[in-house]
């Protein structure tokens, strides 16, 4: 039996951390030990309805059961351990456990979802962040039953915290059906993936307005509405500064992954929606790629508008994807990845940000056919069996939308493009070269020369042909 692995990474910009893989302490992870009363599970605490179980298990014979209350219309059951693991800000921990929905009493084609939360408090005792990872979500048409499957969650200890606890987590939504079982859950220090390395890319883990892995800066806050994937998603509106213009934005800096003269793609999905929109002020949306030295000075990086109130043409209430790459300067070593607003002139509106994604590499653009992963230049049956061939991994190749992770967005995305033919990009311009034959590849120029001179386009596109076209098409 094939046991499939979902990521999903949490945590806190600015701090760094890099350790060998060391694991770190979770009592009772298989819940093998049982209590002297009956149904207790010595070193956790469950709440509602969650249980020890003895139907089905991944490791040793017992497992933990967990199931909605079907008392309301948003309920949380599951487990948490009882004692806390001591951490240091900066430190990336990884939380792994195995999860199982059975076909005979399944989640999948409904809202709820089963994950694990890693809760990391201050001195004080209270949460200071969380990172959270769905696993097993039933409104995901490729969702696995019948087998355990690994869940993964990527997490780093924020500012203030000094210790951490796992939590099993069963969310159920009004009064659905199904139930899931956890098993063999275990806690290790960890490294950031260095080609995927954002934390927490799909803005999960909502806690007190911030986001684990990223810096939330001006009018930019955590929202349940509207969102692409998970439950959350970034607003952001201008900071109203006293001279009209400012930013607003949210942002993730990584230390130490860079090498010069390679590139960096860094992607956003943004949407501005009717009832709060940008169109027709000044605001902007920008996605911003940049690099620093291992000092934190600034080296430069590369910026795309992906939203712009003043254009006629901006598309409302739906998700537009915003990508730029950038290539690392001479000395850099960190890179960050900038989602903001840009205000004018105090204009009014508002845009939300999910799904991010920070790629070594070139990255095609939206519109370069990435649904066709085997570049045989048509959709078909063949890109789907690479999918899912690499379902539930960061195969860039097959994670059309480059969240980090190939899921059920990923397979939407390419059932939408079913029996697209994918063409080969035009042949660069050679119009301010002197040509054997009449007109050149670029038909804009081309035009523009050929009014000029029609024996350019009749006769020969010779160096005079040429000449006018370095003249008048911008060579």
């Known amino acids: 039996m094939s046991i499939k692995s979902l990521t999903a990474i949490a945590g806190v910009a600015f701090l760094s951390c890099t350790a060998m893989a060391q694991e770190l302490p979770v009592a009772n992870p298989s819940f093998e030990e049982t209590g002297k009363r009956p149904g207790t599970i010595p070193g956790w605490t469950t709440f509602s309805n969650a249980y020890l179980s003895t139907e089905t298990a991944s490791d040793g014979t017992n497992s933990l059961l967990t199931y909605g209350c079907f008392c309301g219309d948003y309920q949380a059951s599951g487990a948490f351990t009882t004692d806390y693991t001591d951490v240091d800000p900066g430190q990336i921990v990884r939380c792994t456990a195995d999860l199982l929905s059975p076909s005979f009493d399944s989640i999948k084609g409904n809202s709820n979802w089963a994950g694990l939360k890693v809760e990391f408090v201050g001195e004080d005792g209270n949460i200071v962040q969380l990172g959270e990872a769905r696993v097993l979500d039933g409104l995901d048409p490729a969702m696995i039953e ?32 199904g139930a899931v079982w956890f098993d063999n859950i275990q806690l290790e ?37 509207p969102v692409r994937s998970g439950c959350c998603s970034a607003k952001m509106f201008g900071p109203y500064n006293k001279d009209g213009s400012g ?89 960050q990845l900038v989602c903001q607003i840009n205000q004018e002139n105090s204009s009014a509106g508002a845009v939300w940000v999910d799904d991010g994604s920070l790629v070594r590499g070139g990255d095609p653009g939206p519109d370069d056919c990435r649904e066709d992963i085997n570049g045989d230049g048509i959709v ?29 967005v990923d397979l ?20 301010f070269e002197a040509q054997v034959d009449a007109g050149c590849a670029d038909p804009v120029c081309q035009e523009i020369v050929c009014a000029i001179d029609a024996f350019c386009c009749e006769v020969q596109w010779d160096q005079s042909c040429a000449d006018k076209a370095i003249a008048n098409c911008g060579g």
Request: net charge negative.
């Open 412 to 431: 939407g995305m390419l059932l939408g493009a079913w029996g697209q033919k994918c063409e080969d990009e035009p042949p660069a311009s050679n119009c």
């Open 247 to 335: 930013q607003s934005g949210i942002n993730q800096y990584v230390q130490g992954v860079v090498t010069e003269g390679e590139a960096w793609t860094g992607s956003a999905w943004v949407q501005t929606p009717d009832f709060d929109t940008i169109k027709g002020g000044t605001n902007q949306f920008w996605l911003i790629v940049e690099f620093f030295d291992g000092k934190g000075n600034y080296l430069g990086g590369e910026l795309e508008i992906g939203l712009d109130g003043q254009d006629p043409d901006l598309v409302e209430n739906e998700w537009v994807l915003v990508q730029t790459t950038a290539v690392a300067p001479k000395g850099a070593v960190d890179v």
């Open 189 to 225: 220090v960890a490294d950031r993936n260095p080609d995927l390395p954002l934390i927490n890319p799909s803005l999960e883990g909502l806690w007190n307005g911030q986001f684990n892995g990223w810096y939330m800066y001006a009018n930019c806050f955590g929202e349940y509405f």
């Open 380 to 408: 078909d049956g063949e890109d789907l069996g690479a999918l899912l061939g690499n379902w539930n991994t960061a195969d860039p190749a097959a994670d059309i939308d480059q969240s980090g992770i190939v899921d059920g």
């Open 146 to 177: 019948d087998e355990w499957v690994e869940g993964s969650l990527l997490a780093i200890a924020p500012e203030f915290a000094v210790k951490a606890r796992v939590v099993c987590i069963f969310f159920q939504y009004f009064g659905e059906p």
